[in-house]
């Protein structure tokens, strides 16, 4: 710490010896003519031309009355040269105040060392930005996890894979949403804050507006604002956009994420069984070439179709239980026990049978799959299973032993979905915060007629997280969440 603390103080004087000979250390504009990239991939053309580069100085070498560098900018480095002939002996000994992390701009000729490295010798220079801290660890690398993620700046000077990970993340974005305007949905935005949070089970952010004086949430989904878009006829949307969630925090999990839910009337879960293949399938495909994706030490095949499983056939296959065989939440609660399961004595069959997938089948879905067929109890929002109303249209796909999509036919009866709210708000007055809360406009807007439809949503990070190969959450988002330094 001392020794920074030094080097800081250094920066400093540099700093004020700048500023004493009239120089700007941060400033206004410079006109770059190429990057670093371009002026490597095209020297044949550039030979001996005059261009204009800027970034940051990423190494310094002096040799006496001259001086060898690397600039590095958005696009790669290049190295520059400067001497006294080039300069002039007033503008070298200038030179000496800058410092490793300095970003300026450097105009002269293009060349080629002896040693095969293409070059740009200054005929001017000019600091475009005094850099007061010196760079972490001196090019080794950064890496303190717990600092790259609170100084994701720095992270990202220094390591160049956490770069190529956001730029892929750009690209993953755009492509979802390239395939869904070329299957002609319509992206829409919905608002983020709301008097009433719906459209999942989980606890929402609570906010305050002094104007209105109401309290309002954060949104924990969008599904119930995009479902009134479906009563006002609009057929088939989506919105990509953040959504809010009061829950802890894992590899997997971030309070505050990227969803994608998508919305297709005259459309059930089996059709978002089929678009969620394709979309995923196809993104890998123009990312990559290819359908497969390695993800650790493993390969995972995405080519459509994806096995459809239902959720009791799952845990029949992990655990030799089948739920099909009990006759009421007794014999369901007692096998629980027989399996090790937490569980309270108010749970339903469903919410059992959903224990027993999470516990024993979830992390072990490797290959991409389809689980299908959700207790009624844990899918207030589905459409009954129309041979067997103990369960609803719905599906989860997992990738890597990870949810990354949940989808169902979506449900449209609004006596219905009265009594589904009328049930989720039992749970709430019991205690259970995540539980639905009763939303009368949404009520109402069903009442006026809804067509059947489908809907999906997508974990956009957690997608990411896969087809970047990253097994922390945090790694595919700029500034993760993190609990506040003491």
Same mark, same amino acid.
């Given at each position: 710490?001392?020794?920074?603390?030094?080097?800081?103080?250094?920066?400093?004087?540099?700093?004020?010896?700048?500023?004493?000979?009239?120089?700007?250390?941060?400033?206004?504009?410079?006109?770059?003519?190429?990057?670093?990239?371009?002026?490597?991939?095209?020297?044949?053309?550039?030979?001996?031309?005059?261009?204009?580069?800027?970034?940051?100085?990423?190494?310094?070498?002096?040799?006496?009355?001259?001086?060898?560098?690397?600039?590095?900018?958005?696009?790669?480095?290049?190295?520059?040269?400067?001497?006294?002939?080039?300069?002039?002996?007033?503008?070298?000994?200038?030179?000496?105040?800058?410092?490793?992390?300095?970003?300026?701009?450097?105009?002269?000729?293009?060349?080629?060392?002896?040693?095969?490295?293409?070059?740009?010798?200054?005929?001017?220079?000019?600091?475009?930005?005094?850099?007061?801290?010196?760079?972490?660890?001196?090019?080794?690398?950064?890496?303190?996890?717990?600092?790259?993620?609170?100084?994701? @700046?720095?992270?990202?000077?220094?390591?160049?894979?956490?770069?190529?990970?956001?730029?892929?993340?750009?690209?993953?974005?755009?492509?979802?949403?390239?395939?869904?305007?070329?299957?002609?949905?319509?992206?829409?935005?919905?608002?983020?804050?709301?008097?009433?949070?719906?459209?999942?089970?989980?606890?929402?952010?609570?906010? @305050?507006?002094?104007?209105?004086?109401?309290?309002?949430?954060?949104?924990?989904?969008?599904?119930?604002?995009?479902?009134?878009?479906?009563?006002?006829? $609009?057929?088939?949307?989506?919105?990509?956009?953040?959504?809010?969630?009061?829950?802890?925090?894992?590899?997997?999990?971030?309070?505050?994420?990227?969803?994608?839910?998508? @919305?297709?009337?005259?459309?059930?879960?089996?059709?978002?069984?089929?678009?969620?293949?394709?979309?995923?399938?196809?993104?890998?495909?123009?990312?990559? %070439?290819?359908?497969?994706?390695?993800?650790?030490?493993?390969?995972?095949?995405?080519?459509?179709?994806?096995?459809?499983?239902? $959720?009791?056939?799952?845990?029949?296959?992990?655990?030799?239980?089948?739920?099909?065989?009990?006759?009421?939440?007794?014999?369901?609660?007692?096998?629980?026990?027989?399996?090790?399961?937490?569980?309270?004595?108010?749970?339903?069959?469903?919410?059992?049978?959903?224990?027993?997938?999470?516990?024993?089948?979830?992390?072990?879905?490797?290959?991409?799959?389809?689980?299908?067929?959700?207790?009624?109890?844990?899918?207030?929002?589905?459409?009954?299973?129309?041979?067997?109303?103990?369960?609803?249209?719905?599906?989860?796909?997992?990738?890597? %032993?990870?949810?990354?999509?949940?989808?169902?036919?979506?449900?449209?009866?609004?006596?219905?979905?009265?009594?589904?709210?009328?049930?989720?708000?039992?749970?709430?007055?019991?205690?259970?915060?995540?539980?639905?809360?009763?939303?009368?406009?949404?009520?109402?807007?069903?009442?006026?007629?809804?067509?059947?439809?489908?809907?999906?949503?997508?974990?956009?990070?957690?997608?990411?997280?896969?087809?970047?190969?990253?097994?922390?959450?945090?790694?595919?988002?700029?500034?993760?969440?993190?609990?506040?330094?003491?």
């Amino acid at each position: 710490m001392e020794q920074d603390n030094e080097l800081i103080r250094i920066r400093y004087e540099k700093l004020n010896e700048l500023l004493k000979k009239g120089i700007d250390p941060y400033s206004q504009k410079f006109e770059a003519t190429h990057s670093s990239l371009e002026v490597c991939e095209n020297y044949e053309d550039l030979k001996d031309t005059i261009v204009a580069v800027a970034g940051r100085i990423i190494s310094i070498r002096e040799h006496g009355k001259a001086c060898f560098g690397h600039l590095q900018d958005g696009k790669g480095k290049i190295q520059f040269y400067l001497n006294v002939d080039g300069i002039g002996a007033e503008l070298f000994e200038q030179f000496k105040l800058c410092d490793i992390g300095d970003i300026i701009g450097i105009k002269g000729k293009v060349f080629c060392t002896r040693r095969g490295e293409i070059t740009v010798q200054a005929q001017e220079y000019a600091v475009l930005a005094k850099a007061l801290r010196p760079l972490p660890e001196k090019w080794h690398g950064l890496k303190d996890v717990e600092l790259r993620y609170r100084q994701r @700046y720095l992270d990202l000077i220094v390591n160049k894979e956490v770069k190529e990970t956001f730029i892929l993340r750009s690209k993953i974005i755009q492509g979802l949403r390239d395939i869904l305007n070329e299957k002609e949905f319509l992206e829409v935005e919905t608002p983020m804050m709301s008097t009433i949070a719906g459209g999942a089970s989980a606890r929402p952010f609570r906010t @305050y507006h002094n104007a209105l004086d109401v309290n309002l949430f954060l949104r924990i989904a969008t599904e119930l604002h995009l479902k009134r878009l479906l009563v006002g006829e $609009m057929e088939k949307i989506y919105e990509l956009g953040k959504v809010f969630r009061n829950e802890g925090i894992s590899t997997i999990h971030n309070p505050e994420f990227t969803s994608l839910e998508i @919305y297709q009337t005259y459309a059930d879960y089996h059709d978002m069984m089929e678009l969620t293949e394709q979309i995923i399938s196809e993104l890998c495909r123009r990312l990559f %070439g290819e359908k497969k994706i390695k993800y650790e030490d493993k390969v995972f095949d995405l080519t459509p179709p994806w096995p459809r499983v239902s $959720m009791v056939d799952l845990v029949k296959d992990y655990t030799g239980v089948d739920f099909n065989n009990f006759a009421d939440s007794h014999q369901a609660f007692k096998e629980a026990e027989v399996l090790g399961l937490e569980t309270d004595e108010s749970d339903g069959w469903g919410n059992i049978l959903t224990n027993a997938f999470e516990t024993f089948c979830e992390d072990k879905l490797e290959q991409p799959i389809f689980v299908k067929d959700f207790p009624i109890e844990v899918s207030p929002l589905a459409k009954t299973k129309r041979e067997d109303p103990r369960f609803t249209e719905r599906f989860e796909a997992f990738v890597g %032993g990870k949810e990354i999509a949940n989808a169902f036919s979506e449900l449209n009866d609004p006596l219905e979905q009265r009594k589904r709210f009328e049930y989720q708000l039992s749970l709430r007055q019991k205690g259970d915060e995540e539980a639905h809360m009763m939303d009368e406009d949404f009520l109402t807007s069903l009442e006026y007629g809804m067509p059947p439809a489908g809907g999906l949503g997508i974990g956009v990070d957690r997608l990411i997280m896969l087809l970047c190969g990253e097994t922390s959450i945090r790694d595919v988002i700029l500034f993760p969440t993190l609990k506040p330094r003491d």
